[in-house]
C-alpha cells in the first residue's frame, strides 16, 4: 500500500513534472471509467484499473483513496455521498428541533441544488435508465457506498433490530432511496410543476417525516395480508 | 362531433372494410404519437391530429375517445391510468380494513406487475430521462391525467381545504407521484435488491402510509425554517 516514491504529489516542481501527474492521474480516472462501465462497481477491482492504466495499485489508492472516491472522482461528482450522509447521521450533526428526515432530506437537496453536483447524478440516472449495464453499476454502487452505510448509522440498526416484527434495515435504507430517487427525478427532470416550485424547506418539511418513518419508525416486515 | 356514417365500426362486414378502418386507426395513433412528441401532451390537439391522419376529428373522437384515451392507445399502454386511480379512489373501492394509501400502492402495483404494462410505462419514463421534449411531455400527462384527477377525488381536497396551514391538493398529489416513480425506478428500472425482492404487499404496508399521509393527512403548506 506504499506510494511509489516517485509519485509523491510533487506541488513546486517544475511544470513538466506536474503535467505528468496530471496525465497519470487522467489516465487512471479513464480506466476507471471503463472498468466500472464494463464490470460494474463491484466487479471492478482497484487492481484491474492500474494495470489497465499501467500504474501501480498502490498509486490509485494514492492518488484517489477508496473505490467509493475513485468511483466519485471518475463519475466527476463533486461530492462523495457516504461522507454527506455519514455527517448528516452523525450524532450532533443536526440542530435539536429537527427530526432526523428532515435533516437528511434538506442535507441531499442541498448538495442537489448546486447545478455542478446535480449534473453528474442526473448522468448516472440517466445511463442507468437506458442502459442495463449501467443499471447494475448504479444499483451496486448504491447498495455498497450509500445503502450499507446509511443502514448501519448509529441507533438506525438497534431500533430496527429490537423488534423482529420489523423490516430490515437494508430495506428501510431501500425504500428511503426510492423516495429521494422519485424527488430527483420529478424534481429535476420532469420538472413536475408543484415539486418542482417547492422549496427545500417545504420539501424537508413534506418529504421529512417519510425519511423519519422509513428509517427509525413502524415498518412491518411484512403485510398482514389482503 | 357525430361519427361520419361511413365511419361506423363495421363488425359482421367483409374483411376489406375491417382492415380499412383498423388502417384508419392506425394512421391516427401514428399522427397522434408524432403530434404528441413534437407539442408536448397539452399542445397537441384532436383537430392537428386528425389533420395530420387526414380524418375528421369526430372520427378519432368515435374511434379513441378522450384526449387521455387517445394518449393511452397511441403510447401502447393497455390500461386508462385515471381510470384504474379512480376505480381505486372511490368511496367503497376497497377492503374496510385497508387504508387509502396501502390500498392505491397495492393497485398501481397490481398494474405494474404485469410486463406487457410496465413495458411501456417505463418506455416513457426512459424517454422523458433522456429528452427535454419527451419530459415535457409525460409532465403534461402526469399533470393533467393522474394528477389532477387525484387531486379532485371525492374527501382529499375537503381534507386539504380544511386548513389552510395545509399544504395544497396539487402538491400533495404531485410529492405522492414522486414516491411511486421513486418505487418503479428502483424496483424496475435499478432492481434495488430489497424493494426488488419485496412483495406487492410488503410494499404496501411499507409505503402505503407514506402516500396516506401525503394526500390526507398532515402536510404543513410550508417549512417553519431551520
Known sequence: MTPQPQAQP??????????????????ILAAARAQFADR?????????????AGVDPALVHHFHGSK????????????????????????????PGTSLGEHLVRTVLGVWESEEVRGPFLGLLRSAVTS????????????????????????LAQAAAADPGQASVEFR?????????????????????????????????AIGPTLERYLTGDVRAAAAGG
Open 10 to 27: 510533487g506541488r513546486g516542481r517544475r511544470a513538466g513534472r506536474r503535467a505528468g501527474q496530471s496525465g497519470t492521474r487522467e489516465a
Open 40 to 52: 460494474g462497481y463491484d466487479g471492478a477491482t482497484i487492481r484491474a484499473i492500474a494495470a489497465a
Open 68 to 95: 467509493e472516491q475513485l468511483f466519485t472522482a471518475a463519475m466527476r461528482l463533486p461530492v462523495v455521498p457516504s461522507e454527506v450522509l455519514m455527517a448528516a447521521l452523525a450524532p450532533g450533526g443536526r440542530d
Open 132 to 155: 442495463e449495464q449501467a443499471a447494475a453499476m448504479l444499483r451496486e454502487f448504491l447498495t455498497e457506498a450509500i445503502l450499507g452505510p446509511v443502514a448501519r448509522a448509529a441507533g
Open 173 to 205: 435504507a431501500a425504500i428511503a432511496a426510492s423516495q429521494m430517487v422519485g424527488l430527483a427525478l420529478t424534481r429535476y427532470v420532469l420538472a413536475l410543476g408543484p415539486v418542482a416550485a417547492a422549496t427545500p424547506d417545504e420539501l424537508a418539511a
